[in-house]
């Protein structure tokens, strides 16, 4: 299926419209809903990993295959929070995979070492991040509401990066988005490290 440059703006300018349209963290049903809509978006190693994911989704050709190995095994890694089983840190594997992403995206091409390792590596990494947002949810929410908004959130965030890759793809000549994307990850990952001393 192939989309217009018109659709596909819509698109990511839609779904990155109604993410800030429903920022309004709170407590119970809906408010665990929303807190857990709104973590993603407003926790920047998360944000900045999701859009990675999706961006590098379409980049290896891997659309369905790496954006679903991300969404389950970040439940995986937030049903081991929930069940309060420790996971050894939790913050240095979300910043490891700030810096992987990083990576991956400043250098991706036709690798096939990437394709190949992708799903594997993003899946890890999903642990953490699944694990990290239960580990965060604020006292009084309802956690399947909660779980529900995350999941959601990141599903949504994951498309965003899709639709710009897709974008990129399509009508930039050189690799300047994914560049940009790539530093990015990694400059987020430095200031993680940097707020940790």
Known sequence: ??????????????????????????????GGFFSGLTHPI??????????????????????????????????????????????PIPEAMITASLFVLGAALLVA?????????????????????????VAEQPAGADSFSY?????????????VGWGVAALAKRYEKTNATRKTLGAGAIATGVAAVASAF
Do not use: C, E
């Open 147 to 159: 779980v529900s908004g995350f999941i959601l959130a990141t599903a949504m965030i994951q498309l």
């Open 42 to 87: 407003f926790d920047l190693d998360h944000l900045v990993a999701m859009l990675g994911v999706g961006f590098l989704a379409w980049k290896t050709g891997q659309k369905a295959r790496l954006l679903l190995a991300f969404l389950g095994a970040m439940l995986a890694g937030g049903l081991l929070a929930a069940s309060s089983v420790s996971l």
């Open 109 to 133: 091409g036709n690798s096939r070492m990437l394709t190949l390792a992708a799903a594997p590596l993003v899946a890890l990494f999903a642990v953490f991040h699944g694990y990290a947002h």
């Open 1 to 30: 299926m192939r989309f217009t440059k018109a659709q596909l703006l819509l698109l990511t300018t839609g779904l990155g419209a109604s993410m800030a349209a429903v920022a309004h963290p709170g407590h119970g049903v809906v």
